[in-house]
């Protein structure tokens, strides 16, 4: 059973790691979608033409999440290029680590701006779409470091926080109008990112972890699926976590 038949999404930061396998198990699951990027030009073009061959309608956008009129003009875009939006992942996220006492006011800045300002840009440019629709499913990327926090990642982790705060107003908010709005706290996800680490540092997280692996972007991808179907209908709200038990 495909479960978004016929449905659109839209995905942010979708040319690699995490958005990248939400897009992929999206289109398998017969969902047309809609993705962002922003560097990695290529890559962005080149997912598009994958995800076709599982006849879907896909098309990449190149979009900066942090900025505000580029989120309205990217939901207009995808508006008339797809008809409708009926899910929106909000995936696209930085980290710029480091202890308070070295980190900069730019540092700061811009993980606030692409991690939690993206989410109200984007959240609040399709509202006007779900709202005229009676529909939709917004689900947003947090992290287990937005919970529990982690000393070296005070921006990462404030805005992380700030993603969980807004996503259960936005679902209080939006509710009457059967819109959901959920968040995906991953964990530990082994990514082309965690790839470039030394083999013993990755061993170490991935022995402290009771599932005793890392998760894969296709873990947080089977989520986002559940979250953006109709399976989830009566799921407004939560945070939930694809940690392999790491913070329980
Ligand atoms: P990643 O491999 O670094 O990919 C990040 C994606 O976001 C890329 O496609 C990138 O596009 C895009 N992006 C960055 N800045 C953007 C902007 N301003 N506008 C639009 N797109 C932008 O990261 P990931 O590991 O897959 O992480 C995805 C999400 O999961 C993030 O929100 C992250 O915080 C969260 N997360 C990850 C882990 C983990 O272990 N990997 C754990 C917890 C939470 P370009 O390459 O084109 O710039």
Do not use: H
Not at 185 to 200: K, R, S, V, Y
């Amino acid at each position: 059973m495909k479960l978004l038949e016929g449905k659109t999404a839209i995905i942010t930061g979708a040319s690699r790691g995490i958005g990248r396998g939400i897009a992929e198990v999206f289109a398998k699951n017969g969902c047309n979608v809609a993705f962002t990027y922003l560097s990695s030009v290529e890559k962005g073009e080149a997912l598009a033409k994958e995800l076709e061959a599982y006849g879907v309608k896909a098309k990449g956008y190149r979009s900066d999440a942090s900025d505000y009129a580029a989120a309205e003009q990217l939901i207009a875009d995808v508006v008339k290029d797809f008809g409708t939006i009926d899910a929106v992942i909000n995936n696209a996220g930085i980290t710029k680590d480091n202890l308070l006492m070295r980190m900069s006011e730019a540092d700061w800045d811009a993980v606030m701006n692409i991690n939690l300002k993206s989410i109200f840009n984007i959240t609040k440019a399709v509202q006007r779409t779900m709202l005229k629709q009676r529909f939709g499913s917004i689900v947003n990327m947090s992290s287990v470091v937005g919970i529990k926090g982690n000393a070296g990642q005070s921006n990462y982790a404030a805005s992380k926080a700030g993603v969980i705060g807004f996503s259960k107003s936005i679902a209080l908010e939006l509710g009457s109008r059967n819109i959901r709005c959920n968040v995906i706290a991953p964990g530990f996800i082994e990514t082309e990112m965690t790839a470039a680490l030394p083999e013993e540092t990755v061993q170490g997280w991935r022995e402290a972890i009771p599932l005793k692996r890392g998760g894969t972007t296709e873990d947080v991808a089977n989520l986002a699926l559940f979250l953006a179907s109709d399976l989830s209908s009566y799921i407004s709200g939560q945070v939930i976590n694809v940690d392999g038990a790491m913070l329980t």
